[in-house]
């Protein structure tokens, strides 16, 4: 059997022997077949709920690094742990209190991590200069599973399914553009007509400010670590981030979505600060376009100046 294969009858399995549990249980459940990272106490609060790392014969079963999901390659891992945080959970929901977090432990939480171990190393000679660090840590298969992670929360969110193995099954017969997009119009407020973004700068600033909060948090050096498979990396001492830092990150976000969506190249003048609109536009413009770049190879972006 493929990987696919194998992890969707796993899925199932954990499904049909816990038939009382809501997805948001199972979802949680599946996050301790991934990796001890994904199991910290800083996940369990983020989550709501406490789920110890799987040992024995089980261990890492599902901490699958190249999974074609949707047609395109996806850390399956990262997938299933952010999607934990996705799902709400039923009733009385004690998780609204962190639901913030989502978007922190998925593509916001990628991008800022890379921010911050740059800037906290900036002698790091194995990185040297914030594209190369955005390449690294939050490449390809990150954010194809960020996107998967949203859109499959999303879906059982909104009641069109209660079984995660189903919705990742209806994700899996969906092209990865057409999640694209919708993540576009869910998670950013994108206003899409036929393949054009109309509203750019507005969705730069949300992808932007979710950065921002990121690296702001004072618990930010422990998600690094947490997420991050790093030991030797001092984030101590990190300068305060600066906008245009995070809009390298938000544009690298975004040449991933414009180029993986099938959008129109885009062309604007992003917000001086993320979330103040009325401080006005940057000076400078910057582009967006739908590179041309094989799958496997990381999306990055240089703003670039037009006079």
């Known amino acids: 059997m493929s990987d696919f294969e194998t992890a969707l009858k796993f899925i199932q399995q954990i499904e049909a022997e816990n038939p009382s549990a809501s997805a948001y249980e199972i979802a949680n459940k599946l996050r301790g077949y991934t990796k001890k990272n994904y199991t910290t106490q800083l996940w369990s609060i983020a989550t709501g709920y406490q789920q110890e790392y799987i040992e024995g014969e089980f261990a890492g079963k599902l901490n699958i690094e190249n999974f074609r999901l949707s047609g395109e390659m996806t850390d399956f891992g990262h997938l299933l742990a952010s999607l934990s945080d996705q799902i709400n959970q039923p009733g009385v929901q004690l998780s609204d209190l962190t639901q913030w977090t989502g978007d922190h432990t998925s593509w916001a939480g990628d991008i800022g991590s890379a921010i911050m171990i740059y800037r906290a190393n900036p002698d ?13 840590l939050a490449g390809y298969s990150d ?5 998967g992670a949203c859109v499959i929360g999303a879906t059982i969110n909104s009641g069109r399914y209660t079984s995660i193995y189903q919705a990742i099954c209806q994700y899996n017969n969906i092209p990865y553009p057409e999640h694209i997009k919708t993540f576009f119009r869910q998670s950013l407020g994108g206003i899409i007509q036929g393949n054009k973004l109309n509203n750019p700068a507005d969705v730069e600033a949300k992808i932007s400010q979710s950065i921002l909060t990121f690296v702001s ?13 790093i030991s030797q990396v001092n984030l101590k001492n990190i300068p305060r981030p600066n906008r245009l830092d995070i809009l390298q990150g938000s544009l690298h976000f975004l ?3 414009v180029k993986m ?12 600060m ?3 609109r009325w401080m006005g536009n940057l000076n400078q413009e910057v582009s967006c376009y739908a590179l041309n770049l094989h799958p496997s190879t990381p999306h990055t972006l240089h703003p670039t100046p037009h006079t």
Do not use: M, Q
Not at 262 to 272: H, I, M, V
């Open 124 to 136: 790091n000679n194995e990185i040297k200069t914030l594209p190369e660090a955005l390449n690294r």
């Open 217 to 229: 948090l004072s618990t930010a050096p422990d998600w690094v670590k947490s997420v991050k498979n």
């Open 143 to 147: 954010y194809t599973a960020d996107i």
């Open 255 to 257: 040449t991933h979505l």
């Open 261 to 272: 969506g099938g959008l129109e190249g885009l062309k604007f003048r992003p917000y001086r």
């Open 274 to 276: 993320p979330g103040i």
